[in-house]
């Protein structure tokens, strides 16, 4: 694979200059993400419908959870260069500098458990706003969200970001030299990378696929947050697997902190999915059990004085 992508798909001229700017680059990693979030919003209104549920809440939700989503994204990424030290000046200048720079997503990069976090936060506000169930909606679109990512995850290869080690696999993918982490400069201009975006991307088309059948073939056996959870343990498993190609990770203690994170979430969530369907609440409610009693038989001798009497 020797193409090498341009991060800018267009630019739009601006009728007068803005910030010294002459025109808009629109670039492929914000269409992608677009993109993703259009298309999981549409698998979600499709789920919705299915659920009975009205499909307009859905991308009524897709507005909270955008906005939310990109400022979670942005802060945990943030937060990251912080606890590295501030690599990227975000912290380094005037008030108003670093707030532009800690909110605008074309200064940095995006964290998707920040993304994750801030996204069902903004649905749960819009479930607040619009008076409808926070649990239904959020689990309709735990698919989309897992289809959204698979897709947004291929931002990252027009940016040349998000690559692993050097391979001699056939689908290596070549990094500019203005594009590799410091450890890779040396390397010769015919070195191949492991594509990690690629590995994040296709287990997340299999994630999708997995919830869409847990959610059809056992309909009637899933409780309210069942999705939920369970996005919380197929995700984490993915994430801890590709964060092994990721040279670039944030780590603590020689660990990296998605593969602490990833473990702690999964470990929660599949505590609690399990007790959910086998601890005690897991009988099904309104039916408590009869006991049965036996009336000891009465003698003849006593059936025939009553009788009698």
């Not at 979600?44 to 909270?64: C, M, Q, T, Y």
Request: glycine share 10%; aromatic share 14%.
């Amino acid at each position: 694979m020797n193409f090498t992508p341009n991060p800018v798909a267009f630019t739009i001229p601006l009728p007068v200059p803005i910030f010294g700017q002459t025109s808009l680059p629109i670039y492929w990693y914000g269409i992608l993400i677009v993109l993703g979030a259009i298309a999981g919003a549409f698998l979600a209104s499709r789920e919705a419908k299915r659920k009975g549920i009205d499909p307009d809440h859905v991308w009524n939700a897709l507005l909270f959870a955008l906005l939310f989503g990109v400022l979670g994204a942005r802060l945990y990424h943030v937060l990251s260069d912080w606890a590295q030290g501030d690599p990227l000046g975000y912290f380094s200048r005037d008030f108003m500098t670093n707030l532009v720079n800690i909110l605008n997503p074309r200064s940095g990069g995006l964290g998707i458990f920040g993304a994750a976090v801030g996204g069902i936060l903004g649905i749960w506000l819009y479930a607040r706003f619009a008076k409808v169930k926070f649990w239904e909606l959020v689990d309709v679109s735990m698919p989309g969200l897992t289809l959204g990512q698979a897709i947004g995850r291929w931002g990252n290869f027009f940016n040349q970001e998000l690559y692993g080690y050097q391979t001699d696999l056939p689908w290596g993918i070549p990094i500019d030299a203005a594009h590799r982490l410091p450890q890779f400069a040396g390397l010769p201009e015919t070195a191949r990378f492991h594509p990690t975006f690629l590995y994040e991307s296709l287990a997340m088309f299999i994630v999708t696929g997995i919830l869409l059948y847990i959610a059809r073939r056992w309909d009637k056996s899933l409780k309210p947050g069942d999705m939920l959870l369970l996005y919380g343990i197929f995700y984490p498993l993915v994430r801890f697997f590709t964060e092994m190609q990721r040279p670039d990770a944030w780590t603590f203690s020689g660990i990296a902190v998605a593969q602490i994170i990833s473990v702690i979430v999964f470990v929660i969530c599949s505590i609690w999915f399990l007790y959910r369907h086998t601890g005690p609440q897991a009988a099904p409610r309104g039916r408590t059990p009869t006991r049965r009693t036996t009336t000891p038989a009465r003698s003849s001798s006593s059936a025939s004085s009553e009788a009698k009497s």
